[in-house]
């Protein structure tokens, strides 16, 4: 199994900054998308530091070990990263009063073969395309939810809520943090959209898959998906990272074969 991995990130039409960030590491399949907050840019601050320092650290693990580790360890390995990462936010956070109560989300992937390890704080969300039906894999870490799992409001009500992007979970905010993660078996065709709140504030659910079920190239698809999202009113920061499975080349040469190789 092999995976194509694109990107792509907008200010949208109300924002004079981008205080989104999104990167990937190919080699090690590794994924990463934060949406920051903050005043005076600090949410920019914020989100660059946990995917600057997540690509770096998790990546460098997974260089190393990863290609032999277990779920388990991989898990692990997310934790502590993520952990010393909300350090780091929290701590220039502490020390500049410019940056006073920055944070981020995250979405953070790591596929290996068939498997997907899935983490995320916040309501940025992961989305997975199969057989033409999409379906969210992450729970948002929001008041709205935390309504709509009590009983309070339902779904459609949260549509038109005042309470939306009141985050429950942030990275950077408190000296601790809890990164939710969950295993995911991957299947060949299996299309993964990691985006910020921009993208799924904007357009629907359907609107998401009937984009990404039409576009003839993962990059095609990230571009439409971000016009919807302006055509829609464009009024936050618009990022997604979009990964497919396809199927490894097994072809191998004349001489290759020959050989044994």
Known sequence: MIYEICTQTDPGLTRDNNEDSVTFDAPTRLCILADGMGGYNAGEIASGMATAFIRSELGRWLAQAGKHANGKEVRRAMEICVENANHSIFNAANSNPQYSGMGTTLVVGVFQNTRLMLGHIGDSRCYRLRGGQLEQITKDHSLLQ????????????????????????????????????????????????????????????????????????????????????????????????????????????????????
Do not use: F, W
């Open 146 to 261: 935390e309504q709509i799992d009590a009983g309070l409001i339902t779904p459609e009500q949260a549509l038109t809520s005042v309470n939306k992007n009141l985050v429950t979970r942030a990275l950077g905010v408190e000296d601790a943090v809890l990164l939710e993660v969950n295993e995911h078996r991957v299947e060949l065709g299996d299309i993964y959209l990691m985006c910020s709140d921009g993208l799924s504030d904007m357009i629907s659910d359907e609107a998401i898959a009937a984009i990404l079920s039409g576009s003839k190239s993962l990059e095609q698809g990230a571009r439409q998906l971000v016009a919807a999202a302006n055509d829609s009113g464009g009024r936050d920061n618009i990022s997604v990272l979009l990964a497919q499975a396809k199927e490894a080349s097994v072809k191998r040469g004349l001489l290759s074969r020959m050989l044994g190789k």
